[in-house]
């Protein structure tokens, strides 16, 4: 296939006298010109696997196809063109503070041996496209985060890639900043083409940019598929954390005296209508309302909230009947043991 595939990826650190596996048997694949997000908490295993995606860390075992081409069947010198289809940018941007703005996205382009001048009007071009045509002079010390990211976008575009890969890109960055980024990002990917894989462990950036997504936990994949989709109806315990927060998980049941939390999304057809305060007039009962929140994803505007429902099997039954008869989503958060 096009595009990106992991087959089976395993892959083991030796420390102590202990093997750690960072990642156990992933699969995955990623279409050619998808916004691909990777998502997982901390340790989960995720930057290991954007770095396993070009043999910055050479896998234990499995493969990596890149275009169809398995990476370790390549010379150290294949691999290196290789590499050059696959840009990156990091959350520290990875600048050369001593080279001005416009010799940090000269750099790769000197390095694979392009003539200074053309160097140079690539790199004009570059700068324009980020929208820093005017600090090609300036050094990164007289940046601001959001222009550095800009800067290290750039570069990264430098070798025309067909891939880029983000790690933590935007994880530095104030919420505005960060949304300018992300819609510079997705205006790469319109314009050229790029196939981009987001590493995050915000939802927020995934529920925004990405096309599909993988879910990561403990070095391996536990749920995939259309960003949608998951944040719609989400499957697993990791999902359900990364979307509501660890604290909805977890909430102290008995003090509010619930049986059952479920999470509700709102689509576009039940928006328009007070489905809440309809269903407590309709059953003359009290539901508490624990969290209620908005999110853009893929440009939509979605609305959520966890609610605890009463204990009576009956009530609760039929109020989730009714939820999900008026177009909302129905997922249950967690139960009382």
Not at 130 to 142: F, G, H, I, Q, T
Not at 149 to 156: C, D, E, L, T
Not at 209 to 215: G, L
Not at 218 to 247: N, Q, Y
Request: charged share 30%; proline share 3%; aromatic share 4%.
């Amino acid at each position: 296939m096009s595009g990106i595939e992991i087959k089976h990826l395993t892959k083991t650190f030796e420390a102590d006298g202990h093997v750690l596996t960072a990642l156990d048997d992933v699969n995955l694949k990623i279409g050619s010109g998808e916004i691909y997000g990777i998502i997982g908490m901390s340790g989960a295993g995720k930057s290991t696997l954007v770095r396993s995606i070009n043999f910055l860390e050479r896998p234990t075992d499995g493969k990596v196809l890149i275009e169809g081409v398995d990476l370790a069947s390549l010379s150290d010198r294949e691999l290196r063109k290789k590499r050059s289809e696959i840009g990156m940018i990091f959350q520290s941007y990875n600048l050369l503070e001593q080279k001005s703005v416009i010799d940090n996205v000269c750099f790769p382009l000197e390095i694979a041996g392009v003539k200074k001048k053309e160097a140079r009007q690539k790199a004009r071009e570059l700068l324009k496209r980020v929208n820093l045509e005017d600090k090609e002079k300036a050094y990164p010390s007289r940046l601001s985060g959001g222009q550095k990211q800009r800067v290290a976008i750039a570069r990264a575009l430098a070798t025309n890639p067909k891939i880029l890969l983000c790690d933590e890109a935007t994880s530095a960055l104030d919420p505005q900043t960060s949304q300018s980024i992300l819609n510079l990002l997705k205006d790469i990917n319109k314009d050229m083409g790029i196939t981009i894989v987001i590493i995050t462990h915000q939802m927020s950036v995934v529920t925004q940019i990405c096309d599909k997504v993988a879910i990561v936990a403990d070095g391996r994949i536990v749920e995939e598929g259309e960003t949608t989709a998951i944040f719609d109806a989400p499957k697993t315990d990791a999902a359900r954390e990364l979307i509501s927060g660890k604290e909805e998980m977890f909430l102290p049941l008995d003090e509010l005296n619930t049986e059952r939390i479920v999470r509700i999304v709102f689509t576009e057809n039940s928006a328009f209508e007070p489905v809440i305060a309809n269903l407590i007039l309709k059953f003359d009962t009290p539901i508490n309302i624990l969290k209620a929140d908005t999110r853009d994803v893929n440009g939509k505007a979605k609305g959520e909230m966890i609610l605890g429902l009463p204990e009576d099997d009956d009530i609760r039954g039929n109020m989730i009947s009714y939820l999900k008869e008026r177009g909302l989503v129905v997922t249950e958060v967690n139960s009382h043991v």
